[in-house]
């Protein structure tokens, strides 16, 4: 899944009325239980757990949501236009939904992503309910964090959602033109959209990886704990680790295809996110008016520390990580765009080893040279 989020520390006055009055929450239909999360049970434990969004009338609750709604169509135009990407399909309404409906949708996302679901008689009473209380506390954590997000494993065409009350939030603190903002955060999300319709090969790519991320090896566990214990030595000498914190410490213990299948992982978020990252600013004022503005604020925010709690969770969930990989990302494209135009930048999309590697991604020349010689 791709999504935009808050990349701040996430929490938003709690209030009564929930921005999200008229907009889709609660739980869809599930599969019973996945590997070792029942996923059902996680999303009742997010939807229990998640906090209030900012406190809002009934009118600007529904504005929000037509508004956001009909920004979601607007950007295509702009997106289409600057990224050059073909896209001549019918345009999909997006879900605007509160944190509830967020969580309900990433635990259908993350069940059908992860496997296919297995009877709970097959598995015993209690199976996977652990790892569910687990997974919805972090649901709820994250829900708090995520502005929109484009799923390309649900439906036929994928889904885009956006997280009203979050966008409301976020837009109030940065006291930037609410229209603006909404538009933007909508640029980012329909351009991930339009990557998997240009690309279909991507989706299978993603599930193919994270499947082999998912599958047990039968290396010797003396070796999966010296990795780890080098890789902590290496953090308190102070040795740049190339995938960063916590993800670096997850390498560790991974036999190497389970490596290799995060690193692409890795390699195709940086991609996805900094692409999104490069269009929806590109579009420039003409589009959105006060994008810089938005653009700058916004990046202040990031780098706002939180409290001692939040970082720690920040940490543990990887948001940090995905902060800078949202900058890489978007200084890889950036550059490439600059040095060789859109049109060559767009052959990136023709198969999976067209994809960066990783040491492109710090030097966009390597990539130039070996894919575009």
């Given at each position: 899944m791709?999504?935009?989020?808050?990349?701040?520390?996430?929490?938003?006055?709690?209030?009564?009325?929930?921005?999200?009055?008229?907009v889709?929450?609660?739980?869809?239909?599930r599969?019973?239980?996945?590997?070792?999360?029942?996923?059902?049970?996680?999303?009742?434990?997010?939807?229990?757990?998640?906090?209030?969004?900012?406190?809002?009338?009934?009118?600007?609750?529904?504005?929000?949501?037509?508004?956001?709604?009909?920004?979601?169509?607007?950007?295509?135009?702009?997106?289409?236009?600057v990224?050059?990407l073909?896209?001549?399909?019918?345009?999909?309404?997006?879900?605007?939904?509160?944190?509830p409906?967020?969580?309900?949708?990433?635990?259908?996302?993350?069940?059908?992503?992860?496997?296919?679901?297995?009877?709970?008689?097959?598995?015993?009473?209690?199976?996977?309910?652990?790892?569910g209380?687990?997974?919805?506390?972090?649901?709820?954590?994250?829900?708090?964090?995520?502005?929109?997000?484009?799923?390309?494993?649900?439906?036929?065409?994928?889904?885009?959602?956006?997280?009203?009350?979050?966008?409301?939030?976020?837009?109030?603190?940065?006291?930037?033109?609410?229209?603006?903002f909404?538009?933007?955060?909508?640029?980012?999300?329909?351009?991930?959209?339009?990557?998997?319709?240009?690309?279909?090969?991507?989706?299978?790519?993603?599930?193919?990886?994270?499947?082999?991320?998912?599958?047990?090896?039968?290396?010797?566990?003396?070796e999966?704990?010296?990795?780890?214990?080098?890789?902590?030595?290496?953090?308190?000498?102070?040795?740049?680790?190339?995938?960063?914190g916590?993800?670096?410490?997850?390498?560790?213990?991974q036999?190497e295809?389970?490596?290799?299948?995060?690193?692409?992982?890795?390699?195709?978020?940086?991609?996805?996110?900094?692409?999104?990252?490069?269009?929806?600013?590109?579009?420039?004022?003409?589009?959105?008016?006060?994008?810089?503005?938005?653009?700058?604020?916004?990046?202040?925010?990031?780098?706002?520390?939180?409290?001692?709690?939040?970082?720690?969770?920040?940490?543990?969930?990887?948001?940090?990580?995905?902060?800078?990989?949202?900058?890489?990302?978007?200084?890889?494209?950036?550059?490439?765009?600059?040095?060789?135009?859109?049109?060559?930048?767009?052959?990136?999309?023709?198969?999976?080893?067209?994809?960066?590697?990783?040491?492109?991604?710090?030097?966009?020349q390597?990539?130039?040279?070996?894919?575009?010689?």
């Open positions: 791709t999504e935009s989020r808050d990349s701040s520390a996430p929490g938003v006055p709690a209030g009564e009325h929930r921005d999200g009055v008229l889709e929450t609660g739980a869809r239909s599969s019973a239980l996945t590997g070792a999360v029942d996923w059902a049970l996680a999303a009742r434990t997010g939807a229990a757990l998640v906090p209030a969004g900012p406190r809002t009338t009934r009118h600007a609750a529904e504005q929000a949501v037509a508004e956001l709604s009909a920004a979601s169509i607007r950007a295509e135009g702009p997106v289409r236009e990224s050059g073909i896209d001549d399909g019918a345009i999909p309404a997006a879900r605007v939904v509160d944190r409906g967020w969580i309900s949708a990433a635990a259908d996302s993350m069940a059908q992503l992860t496997g296919t679901g297995v009877d709970p008689a097959e598995q015993g009473r209690f199976a996977g309910k652990p790892g209380v687990q997974a919805g506390a972090m649901l709820a954590f994250l829900s708090t964090a995520i502005l929109g997000q484009y799923d390309p494993f649900s439906g036929p065409d994928g889904t885009l959602l956006l997280v009203a009350p979050n966008i409301m939030a976020v837009e109030r603190a940065l006291g930037v033109p609410p229209s603006d909404r538009l933007w955060v909508c640029l980012h999300e329909v351009t991930h959209r339009v990557q998997f319709s240009s690309a279909p090969w991507l989706a299978e790519y993603m599930q193919r990886n994270v499947e082999l991320l998912g599958e047990a090896g039968d290396e010797p566990f003396q999966m704990l010296g990795r780890l214990l080098e890789a902590v030595k290496d953090r308190r000498r102070g040795e740049q680790d190339p995938a960063g916590i993800v670096g410490l997850l390498r560790a213990t036999a295809p389970q490596r290799e299948a995060l690193d692409r992982l890795l390699m195709l978020g940086t991609l996805l996110e900094g692409h999104a990252d490069h269009v929806m600013d590109a579009v420039g004022p003409a589009v959105v008016p006060s994008v810089a503005r938005i653009r700058s604020a916004f990046d202040q925010r990031r780098q706002r520390p939180g409290n001692p709690l939040q970082r720690l969770l920040r940490a543990l969930l990887g948001m940090d990580a995905k902060v800078a990989q949202y900058v890489r990302g978007k200084a890889f494209v950036d550059e490439v765009v600059n040095t060789v135009g859109m049109d060559h930048f767009n052959t990136i999309w023709t198969n999976a080893e067209t994809l960066p590697r990783p040491a492109e991604i710090s030097d966009p390597l990539w130039v040279t070996r894919v575009l010689g």
